[in-house]
């Protein structure tokens, strides 16, 4: 209850100290960020800032996008005011700098969780053609194709971490879903949403879930290849903690645990549905 209680706290902090510029951007102040991270001495949290700068150039990202050097004013003593060295943080930035953080920090390790799935939804939000649809059935499209992409990049992450075998694969694969569904595997699951065993979960999921599921996938990979995993077991491991971290957020913020969502259509009927209405719209 304890550790639930402080995860709030803590969402709630770091969207307190949001700002939004002139132009309506959303943006973070590093010195405020360093003060919510517990950085006694603002030189001290430079050296994070720099880390996280290099993970932002290493994943292909313009710097200057996400990291914006900027002044702002301090209260000194009796009222009195300085002008000091600040930067603008993006959301992506932030969730860089806590992923490059002091991990024995617990305010740090709720903000990794707190920052990647916020990341990604917002990711997904800004992206013109998921904004451009306007039906679940468009949307689940979009989403599990995402997904498929992912779950292929996960796939290769997890081989250099050293789950070779198919049958290791899913052994995987299934710690990451008993992380997410509270202990279900893909056997469960499958038996929770009545399904065939041919069925594919994955397929059978409306957006809001397969949102979750994406996340599980993006963040596993991120944290296997950043942190250098090697071993089958350790592997299984992290892919079962980020998807308790991602149900742990989902449970914050009132959302629906995703063993309880409904069942969907299969996406594969859906998909053959929207072309067949493409094709007599030309």
Not at 14 to 26: L, M, P, S, T, Y
Not at 144 to 173: C, K, P, S
Not at 179 to 200: M, P, V
Request: some cysteine; proline content about 2%.
């Amino acid at each position: 209850m304890k550790q639930k209680k402080l995860s709030k706290q803590v969402a709630t902090i770091f969207e307190q100290i949001r700002r939004v510029d002139e132009n309506g951007n959303e943006y973070w102040s590093a010195r405020d960020f360093s003060k919510v991270l517990e950085y006694v001495e603002y030189r001290n949290f430079i050296p994070v800032i720099n880390r996280a700068k290099e993970a932002c150039m290493n994943s292909g990202q313009p710097i200057d996008h996400h990291f914006v050097d900027m002044n702002e004013m301090i209260i000194l003593g009796k009222g009195a005011e300085r002008q000091v060295d600040s930067m603008k943080l993006s959301r992506y930035a932030c969730y860089l700098i806590v992923q490059n953080g002091d991990p024995s920090k617990e305010v740090i390790a709720l903000g990794q969780t707190y920052f990647a799935v916020q990341t990604r939804l917002q990711e997904i939000k800004q992206l013109e053609e998921y904004n451009a649809l306007t039906s679940e059935d468009e949307k689940r499209l979009f989403l599990r194709n995402e997904l498929r992409r992912h779950n292929t990049q996960l796939a290769d992450a997890a081989h250099n971490a050293g789950v070779i075998d198919a049958i290791d694969y899913a052994i995987f694969q299934n710690f990451g879903y008993k992380g997410l569904y509270g202990g279900l595997d893909a056997k469960a699951i499958h038996l929770r949403k009545q399904l065939k065993k041919s069925q594919n979960i994955l397929d059978h999921m409306g957006s809001t879930e397969l949102a979750a599921n994406l996340f599980r996938a993006t963040q596993t990979e991120e944290k296997l290849r950043r942190e250098n995993i090697k071993g089958k077991q350790e592997a299984n491991q992290t892919h079962y903690e980020v998807g308790k971290k991602v149900r742990e957020t989902i449970q914050e913020i009132g959302g629906t645990m995703p063993e309880n969502l409904p069942t969907a259509e299969d996406v594969k009927k859906i998909e053959r549905r929207l072309k067949g209405n493409q094709q007599k719209k030309l």
